[in-house]
């Protein structure tokens, strides 16, 4: 059975160095509630990569529930900032490392 997980890449847009408290409260929430939910695997801000806010990966059905996410994403929905998507095949020893 072959396991997906999409990786969502936040990056920063022109307008990236407005946000505010209260934007990212709505960020932190959503987060908090697709958490709830059990659509994130991980998440959380990035150092030391240049235009990159920070990255979310989903555990979702398809690629398209997860692109849905991304595009609900105060910060993206806002125009603060912008996205990739990216499939992740999961290598791991359950499936021997895809070997």
């Known amino acids: 059975m072959e396991n997906w ?5 936040i990056k920063r847009g022109k307008s990236y160095n407005k946000v505010t408290k209260a ?10 509630k697709l958490d709830a939910a059990g659509k994130i ?12 806010a920070g ?16 595009k609900q994403e105060p910060l993206v929905a ?8 990216a499939s992740l095949q999961v290598a ?3 499936n021997n490392y895809l070997l």
Do not use: D
Not at 23 to 32: A, F, P, Y
């Open 92 to 94: 791991s020893k359950e």
């Open 55 to 70: 990255m979310v990966i989903f555990k979702t059905p398809s690629y398209e529930e997860a692109e849905a996410l991304c």
């Open 78 to 85: 806002e125009g603060y900032a912008t996205y990739t998507l």
């Open 23 to 32: 934007v990212i409260t709505r960020h932190v929430e959503n987060l908090k």
């Open 41 to 52: 695997e991980l998440c959380g801000p990035l150092k030391g990569y240049p235009g990159v």
């Open 5 to 9: 997980l999409y990786v969502m890449m």
